[in-house]
């Protein structure tokens, strides 16, 4: 993940301070652990300034209104008590060449300044802190106690120090070009390294833009560039400075991430706030989907793992009851052969009532021929009870594991972060495992409100509309909710997938081309993705049935035919699909 650095910080500031400046605070919310979102009204707009610490994205720029779920971050609480109603005035950088702007707060423009929150967009050290006008920290969205960080503990009622200055020299427009390459190439090394070393304000994307712009290689050898490498090399680097001191910048795409400057060919963006926003808010829900799919996937294996376990031994139990009839016989003819037993017998050989086949039977020396009859009836018995028992049991444990195996395919699915939607389908099934009790409820806070269903949406070679489900919920949403009278319900035989919908005007016929498409659609959202050919069997939407309690995604259904479907026949569809989806990104 792109971080931001100095140019894309004064970049983001320079637009706030064009557009967003005075305007009235109205309301405070924090979105997450990392991430505040001030509400600002100007007489022109109204938006929502997302201000964030986060480790990996700590950044600075309008964003979406967040979701109308409570607020119960205490950080935000005590910023909404101090702030609302006040006018951001003004941001200023706290010191040249910085990473750390001060948010100033007033009653009116051109009044005293009464807050400052001060934002230190550094990484790992990222912080929002929040002062009065006497500089006193009232509070942080981090505290950093001396055990942390003796050089500069931040703590509530301490005055707010700067961070520790930079030590490297600060680059200059007015420095030649010689005395620029002297201090650059001074000890011998990787071009890009020693950029970084050799002034302050840079970052690891700027110099290898900066690089790739002069048609240089950032990995080589200060040793091996020519003077007019250089002479290129120079040219970029005051190019930057001039862009940083007329704050003139132009957003835009790369095949890198994004940048501010123009040093490389790309999309442009509307603005340094669209960028930036867009930018890190996908980089993130990609984040959350790899994290959250790896831990629905973990949770699955290992419940599956022991639901095929008690599976294993309750198969293992019919087994042995499957001898129940067998301890019958010898009972039987134990007792109809009691002549022929003599105490301390450890077994007796009798012939079998129909085959007249010997049958060795196993005795207890200190019981008698009736005591050993006994014994074997009540074994009898208690194996015929245990089938009773064991049967419901494994039946139960059968369906929970068609259930399981049903969620782990629409995860299997989900390979790869998309869309905002990828991550709500994700989302929806650990919401659906947390209703089932196979999560904990982390009592988490969701970032988006819940959006309308995006299921996945196809055409037929006839132009007929195919939904498919992402996942239990959805599938339950397209066979009961939005199924009508005409359309047709796909699903693979006796394997888990998805359910497919397949949408029919009144009196539309399908060919059989708008059949086989469903089909294979079903075949390859399935467990079965990998087989040639898949069974899949569709019916009427009416003809589908959910048995009183069964789980999200379990249904059962009559009246079906039976369509052999080829996953590999829709696998183009898809691929072109998932680049349209690249592309728009």
């Avoid at 005293?112 to 050290?125: A, D, I, S, T």
């Avoid at 022991?306 to 309750?314: E, G, S």
């Avoid at 495992?433 to 959006?451: K, M």
Wanted: proline fraction near 6%; aromatic fraction near 10%.
């Amino acid at each position: 993940m792109q971080p931001i650095d100095l140019t894309t910080l004064t970049a983001a500031c320079a637009e706030l301070r064009n557009h967003w400046l005075p305007a009235r605070l109205e309301q405070v919310y924090q979105r997450d652990r990392y991430t505040i979102a001030l509400c600002l009204r100007t007489l022109q707009e109204r938006g929502w300034l997302d201000i964030s610490w986060h480790p990996q994205a700590a950044r600075v720029c309008i964003s979406e209104p967040p979701p109308r779920t409570p607020d119960t971050f205490t950080f935000s609480q005590q910023l909404r008590h101090q702030l609302c109603g006040l006018a951001l005035v003004a941001i200023v950088a706290v010191a040249p060449w910085e990473r750390a702007i001060d948010l100033q707060f007033a009653r009116r423009p051109g009044e005293p300044v009464l807050w400052h929150l001060y934002v230190e967009v550094m990484g790992k050290r990222s912080n929002v802190i929040l002062t009065n006008q006497d500089n006193l920290i009232i509070t942080a969205a981090h505290q950093v106690s001396e055990r942390e960080s003796r050089v500069r503990p931040v703590l509530t009622g301490q005055p707010y120090e700067l961070p520790p200055a930079l030590t490297e020299p600060v680059p200059s427009l007015r420095e030649a070009l010689e005395s620029w390459r002297g201090r650059v190439s001074l000890i011998p090394g990787q071009l890009g390294r020693q950029l970084l070393k050799s002034y302050r304000g840079l970052s690891p994307s700027l110099v290898e833009s900066m690089a790739i712009a002069a048609d240089l290689d950032p990995t080589q050898n200060t040793n091996n560039l020519k003077d007019s490498d250089w002479q290129r090399l120079f040219s970029c680097w005051q190019k930057w400075l001039q862009a940083l001191e007329k704050e003139e910048f132009h957003p835009r795409w790369t095949a890198y991430g994004y940048t501010v400057l123009d040093f490389l060919p790309g999309e442009p963006a509307a603005s340094v706030q669209e960028l930036l926003n867009r930018y890190y808010t996908h980089q993130l829900e990609q984040q959350e989907f790899k994290q959250l799919r790896h831990q629905l996937s973990q949770k699955l294996s290992k419940e599956l793992a022991k639901l095929q376990l008690k599976a294993r031994t309750f198969q293992e139990r019919l087994q042995q009851s499957d001898e129940a009839d067998i301890y019958r016989k010898q009972a039987d003819l134990l007792m109809a052969n009691l002549q022929q037993w003599q105490p301390g017998m450890k077994e007796i050989t009798l012939p079998d009532f129909e085959t007249s086949a010997s049958v060795k039977i196993s005795l207890e020396p200190e019981k008698n021929a009736v005591q050993n009859a006994q014994a074997l009836y009540r074994r009898h018995q208690k194996l015929k009870r245990a089938r009773l028992a064991v049967e419901p049991l494994l039946a139960q444990v059968k369906a929970e594991i068609d259930y399981l195996e049903q969620v782990e395919s629409t995860i299997a699915q989900l390979e790869n972060y998309r869309e905002p939607s990828d991550l709500q389908a994700l989302e929806e099934i650990r919401d659906e495992l947390i209703e089932q009790g196979y999560l904990e409820n982390p009592e988490y806070r969701s970032r988006r409100e819940v959006a309308e269903t995006d299921f996945y949406r196809y055409r037929s070679p006839s132009g007929f509309e195919v939904l498919v489900g992402r996942n239990n919920r959805q599938n339950d949403q397209l066979s009961f909710r939005l199924a009508g009278d005409y359309d047709l319900w796909f699903h693979t035989q006796e394997i888990a997938g998805s359910h497919v919908l397949l949408r029919l005007e009144p009196k539309a016929v399908p060919d059989e081309a708008d059949l086989q498409f469903a089909a294979d659609l079903s075949a390859y959202y399935s467990r079965a993705r990998e087989a040639a050919q898949v069974p899949v069997v569709y019916t009427k939407p009416k003809f589908v049935y959910k048995p009183k309690g069964a789980k999200p995604g379990m249904v059962v259904y009559k009246h079906e035919r039976v369509w052999w479907g080829r996953p590999a026949g829709v696998s183009s569809v898809i691929a072109s699909q998932v680049f349209r989806d690249k592309e728009t990104f």
